[in-house]
C-alpha cells in the first residue's frame, strides 16, 4: 500500500489556522465596532444618537439633553458579529481562490499543444503534484488522472473520470459557503425578530400605567422606530453579504473550470 500524501484527508471547508485566525479577527473587528458606535453616539449630538439607534439600538432617556445606554443585548450587535464572521470567511475562501488560479502557472503539464505525454513522462509528473499542497484542486486533479491512466491505459476513461471529478469537486465547492450561507439567513432573521420584540415593547410601553402624557406620544413613536431600524439595518447586510459571496463563488467557480481546461 502507498503512503498517503501530506494534507490528503484534509478539505478545503477544514477549519485551518487561517481560517481560525480570520475569523477570530472577524469577532474583534464586530466588537470595535460596536464598542465605537456606542461612544459615538454616547459624545457625539442628536444625529450621531440616531444613528447609534438604528446601528446598535443606542438608546436615549428622556432628559434634556437626553442622556443614553449601551443595549449589550441589541440584536444589532449579533448582527454585526454575523455579518463579519461571514466576510471572514469569504476572505479565507478569496485567498484559496487566489491560490487555485496560481496553481496553473506552477508546469504540472507541458503548455504547448504539440507535446503528447506517454506512460513514461506520468512518474515525474505524479511525484511533483504530490509535494504540492493536497486540499488544492489542480494537484488532486491531475493525480487522480494519472492513476487512473496506469490502471486503465484509457484515455476515455481518463477523460470520464475528469468529467466526473469536476462535478465532484463542484459540489465540495458549493458545500464550503454554508456557514456564510447560514450567516446570510441568520442576519435577516435576526433583524425580524428584533422588529417584533420592539414592537411588543412599544406597545406594552404605550399601555402601561405610568408613561406621562407628554411623553407617551413622542417614546412610543420613537420604540415604534427603533423596532423597524434592526430589519433595515439587517436587509442591507444582507444584501452586502450576499454580493460578495456570489462575487467569491464565482471566481472559485471560474478557477475549477479554469483546472478543468488546464488537465
Known amino acids: 500500500m502507498s503512503k498517503a500524501a501530506p494534507n490528503d484527508g484534509r478539505r478545503l471547508s477544514d477549519w485551518d489556522p487561517e481560517r481560525v485566525a480570520l475569523v477570530s479577527i472577524s469577532v474583534g ?6 464598542v465605537l458606535v456606542n461612544v459615538i ?24 439633553p437626553p442622556a443614553g445606554r449601551t443595549n449589550y443585548w441589541a440584536m444589532q450587535n449579533f448582527m454585526w458579529i454575523a455579518f463579519f464572521f461571514g466576510l471572514a470567511d469569504l476572505l ?11 496553481e496553473t502557472t506552477m508546469d504540472y503539464l507541458p503548455g504547448d499543444d504539440s507535446t503528447l505525454l506517454t506512460s513514461k513522462d506520468l512518474p ?24 487512473q491512466f496506469q ?18 469537486f463542484l459540489h465540495e465547492l458549493d458545500l464550503r459557503y454554508t456557514l456564510v450561507r447560514y450567516a ?3 442576519i435577516p432573521t435576526l433583524g425580524f425578530l428584533g422588529t417584533v420584540l420592539g414592537l411588543a415593547a412599544a406597545l406594552n410601553y404605550a399601555g402601561s400605567m405610568y408613561p406621562p402624557p407628554d411623553y407617551l406620544l413622542k417614546e412610543t ?6 423596532a423597524f431600524y434592526t430589519t433595515g439595518v439587517a436587509l442591507a447586510m444582507s444584501a452586502v453579504l450576499i454580493l460578495v459571496m456570489n462575487l467569491v463563488q464565482a471566481a472559485e467557480e471560474s478557477a475549477l473550470n479554469r483546472s478543468g481546461q488546464y488537465c
Open 29 to 34: 473587528l464586530a466588537l470595535l465596532v460596536i
Open 41 to 64: 453616539s454616547y459624545q457625539g449630538g442628536e444625529t450621531a444618537k440616531a444613528a447609534g439607534r438604528w446601528l446598535v439600538d443606542y438608546q436615549t432617556g428622556k432628559e434634556d
Open 92 to 102: 479565507h475562501r478569496y485567498r484559496w481562490t487566489k491560490r487555485e488560479m496560481a
Open 124 to 147: 515525474v509528473i505524479f511525484r511533483k503534484v504530490r509535494t504540492a499542497d493536497r486540499r488544492l484542486v489542480l494537484p488532486r486533479l491531475i493525480g487522480r488522472l494519472i492513476v
Open 151 to 168: 490502471k486503465s491505459n484509457s484515455v476515455e476513461q481518463s477523460a470520464t473520470l475528469l468529467n466526473s471529478s469536476l462535478e465532484l
Open 184 to 186: 446570510n439567513w441568520i
Open 221 to 226: 413613536t420613537l420604540k415604534l422606530g427603533t
